[in-house]
Nanobody, 115 residues
Framework: QVQLVESGGGLVQPGGSLRLSCAASGFTFSNYAMMWYRQAPGKERDWVATITSSGSTNYADSVKGRFTISRDNAKNTLYLQMNSLKPEDTAVYYC?????????WGQGTQVTVSS
């Protein structure tokens, strides 16, 4: 079955960097667009970035110029490079694929930006 497993979260100071990973299995990863979302405490889950199967990318305005989404189809892995992190980036980060008309989510990884 479809499985997404995020990793790479942690505590980082403002201005720092983190790279998140999302290991995918159970489907042909290279054929699907992949997305990152995030959910801060008490808030809705918000879209962060998308990468298509052909490698085109799109970003939320709040992260444009600071975050980079990428994929390694040979490793069935999605990445999110996060630079110049701000306290408002604190959230649980999720990867998502739309498979069989349904959204499939990972369990999430916590990112905390604090001094």
């Amino acid at each position: 079955q479809v499985q997404l497993v995020e990793s790479g979260g942690g505590l980082v100071q403002p201005g720092g960097s983190l790279r998140l990973s999302c290991a995918a299995s159970g489907f042909t990863f290279s054929n699907y667009a992949m997305m990152w979302y995030r959910q801060a405490p008490g808030k809705e889950r918000d879209w962060v970035a998308t990468i298509t199967s052909s490698g085109s990318t799109n970003y939320a305005d709040s992260v444009k110029g600071r975050f980079t989404i990428s994929r390694d189809n040979a490793k069935n892995t999605l990445y999110l490079q996060m630079n110049s992190l701000k306290p408002e980036d604190t959230a649980v980060y999720y990867c998502k694929v739309i498979y069989g008309l349904l959204s499939r989510w990972g369990q999430g990884t916590q990112v905390t930006v604090s001094s």
